[in-house]
């Protein structure tokens, strides 16, 4: 249960840390949140990484180089697969996403920049590469993630530089602000692990599995066991895994809405999080208000995806 909840906690900082605001200090947290910044979509961040990359063709063309965009994904295939799934058609369809992960791993390893940087001359390529990063001239970005207190850096510069600033203003608050907003988790993850609210509703979604033939503790359990299959059954048997992927991803779908464990797990989540430091309240605010920035400039930039 720890393992499976665990990986609950780290989609968590995604569909509630950041779908939710920080403690201030009052005595009404709901109060509080009223007047934060909203989220955005998953649909909205996507333009925002489609406008980025967008801004860096732009400039490397300026620089007599050429720079592939990756939008191979249609709109409805680039739905991020979360601990909690229970969106059942999206499962009838895709199952968990198996295939076009191994799509998107194909691409990966052939990507077109890759190819393109790669038949280049060796003068060409080092030209390519200071383009795009900044060679020697980049800026080192830091911050220090919450709870640990560890320093994280990042370097950054050339056209990749010029894309985030364009979009976000000054990277280094962008950088320090999203590394606190996605890494708050690590403050309440302990207590939401035994939250009896939340492995209620995982017990109560095991339970469910059950009646459908189906034995898993949790959801990251049933997720795994459709990987060793696929792995196990090899290319030769990918039509009976993927038949396998999608029927257990369905019932773990209707599982999920069946026993609302997507609602339980965000309610918790959010009564950790209005606990905090008001402090971090302050940087969540700006993480979103930035995210907003990027993407009503996002929108002029690129349509959304089909």
Not at 113 to 126: D, E, H, I, N
Not at 130 to 139: C, N, P, S, V
Not at 197 to 205: E, F, G, K, M, S
Not at 256 to 283: F, I, M
């Amino acid at each position: 249960m720890r393992r499976a909840l665990a990986a609950l906690c780290a989609v968590a900082a995604v569909t509630g840390v950041v779908a939710t605001g920080c403690g201030t200090g009052t005595d009404d947290p709901a109060a509080a949140r009223q007047d934060r910044p909203r989220p955005l979509t998953w649909q909205q961040e996507l333009r925002i990484e489609d406008a980025q990359q967008r801004l860096t063709a732009r400039c490397m063309e300026r620089h007599g180089f050429s720079y592939a965009e990756d939008r191979t994904l249609t709109l409805r295939e680039s739905m991020p697969v979360r601990y909690v799934q229970d969106d059942v058609a999206w499962a009838e369809a895709y199952g968990y996403g198996g295939r076009i992960e191994a799509r998107q791993e194909r691409r990966r390893l052939h990507h077109p920049v890759a190819v393109y940087r790669q038949g280049l001359s060796p003068a060409r390529r080092a030209a390519f590469d200071e383009a795009l990063d900044g060679g020697d001239r980049f800026q080192v970005l830091s911050a220090k993630l919450p709870g640990s207190g560890r320093e994280v850096r990042k370097r950054l510069g050339g056209c990749t530089a010029e894309a985030e600033k364009a979009l976000y203003g000054d990277p280094g608050t962008w950088f320090r602000v999203s590394k606190t907003a996605t890494g708050l988790n690590a403050l309440y993850a302990d207590d939401l692990l035994r939250d009896r609210r939340l492995t209620d509703a995982v017990a109560a979604w095991s339970r469910c599995m059950e009646k459908a033939g189906l034995s898993y503790p949790d959801p990251q359990a049933a997720r795994d066991a459709v990987r060793e299959n696929t792995a196990r059954l090899g290319p030769a048997g990918a039509g009976r895994a993927f038949a396998t992927e999608k029927a257990t991803a369905v019932a773990d779908a209707r599982c999920a809405r069946a026993t609302s464990l997507r609602s339980v797990a965000a309610a918790r989540e959010t009564s950790y999080v209005d606990r905090l430091p008001s402090r971090y309240g302050e940087a969540l605010d700006t993480y979103r208000r930035l995210q907003r920035q990027a993407y009503d400039r996002a929108v002029r930039i690129v349509p959304q995806r089909a």
